[in-house]
């Protein structure tokens, strides 16, 4: 698998797994109870729509920690393109445990299927520009780096995963600070290792993070005029990051405006689940 496709550590996986089928379960399923333990059963799962296909270790975990013996066999593989009607996978093995998990397994393919695809739709709408489409934190609360991957699985690259791992100066944090210079001079004496951004609204403030030492400013709900003004003053010195109400209509405009970055929340928080189904194999 592709380094940028692999998947959080299985021990996240497993415990998303496990907190899902927690809630779904409870003490017991009671309608599961109702077959005969020895039965079992064959299905295949079916993409009723054209989307990329994400979520398979999550899939596959459900049903290990149900019962070791049922047996998912993936027909498509992480990040490619499924169309309508393209069986997906199989799921062969005992009929409890399968019932019991259908839900659960076909949550995660779901969502983060579509997650995956609006990845796609963006990277999609900026190609030939050069603008990279990255995702924020703006994701499903407990599901981040199930998101975040999800997000590679599209084709788009991550932004910072959370608040450790990276620096954004923004509005409040400015004002709490006392300017944009003071807040970027505290960050490179506590974190000169970290990436650290800016965000800003005026070209004045931009100059300011620039003057200041910051790696990337972060262009919040600039016009598309003030985007390429930003570009022909400091590209090259500085990167830049669009971000504000980006979406799928006005993502290509942005991007021709030749930043560097572009950053959509929507990607993560509008989801609108892949439609797929468990048919069983007659």
């Known amino acids: 698998m592709n380094d940028l496709l692999q998947p959080p550590p299985a021990e996240r996986v497993a415990d998303d797994v496990s907190r899902a089928l927690a809630e779904d379960i409870g003490d017991g399923d009671r309608t599961a109870a109702l077959i005969p333990p020895a039965t079992r059963l064959a299905t295949r799962v079916i993409s009723r729509e054209t989307a990329v296909l994400c979520g398979g270790p999550w899939f596959s975990e459900t ?26 996978c199989r799921v062969n093995g ?88 003071a807040a970027v001079r505290e960050a490179l004496r506590l974190h000169p290792g970290l990436q650290l951004e800016v965000e800003v609204e005026t070209l004045e403030q931009l100059e300011e993070a620039c003057l200041a030492g910051a790696q990337r400013a ?14 022909e003053r400091y590209r090259g010195r500085i990167e830049l990051e669009a971000s504000g109400g980006i979406d799928l209509v006005s993502v290509r405009a942005v991007a021709e405006c030749g930043v560097d970055f572009i950053s959509a929340g929507a990607i993560t928080k509008n989801v609108q689940a892949t439609d797929f189904s468990m048919r069983f194999v007659l």
């Open 94 to 181: 005992p009929a409890r445990a399968i019932l019991s998990g259908e839900r659960t397994a076909l949550n995660f393919l779901q969502t983060l299927s579509g997650t995956a695809t609006q990845a796609r739709r963006y990277v999609d709408a900026v190609a030939g520009t050069g603008a990279v489409i990255l995702d924020t934190r703006k994701t499903l609360p407990g599901l981040r780096l199930a998101q975040k991957y999800a997000v590679r699985c599209g084709g788009a690259r991550n932004h910072r995963i959370g608040l450790y791992d990276a620096l954004l100066v923004k509005e409040n944090h400015i004002s709490a600070a006392g300017s944009i210079s």
């Open 218 to 231: 972060l262009l919040d709900n600039f016009s598309l005029k003030s985007l390429r003004a930003a570009v």
């Open 63 to 88: 049903f290990r920690q149900l019962d070791p013996g049922v047996e998912v066999t993936w027909q498509a593989s992480e990040g490619a393109v499924v169309h309508r009607n393209h069986e997906v």
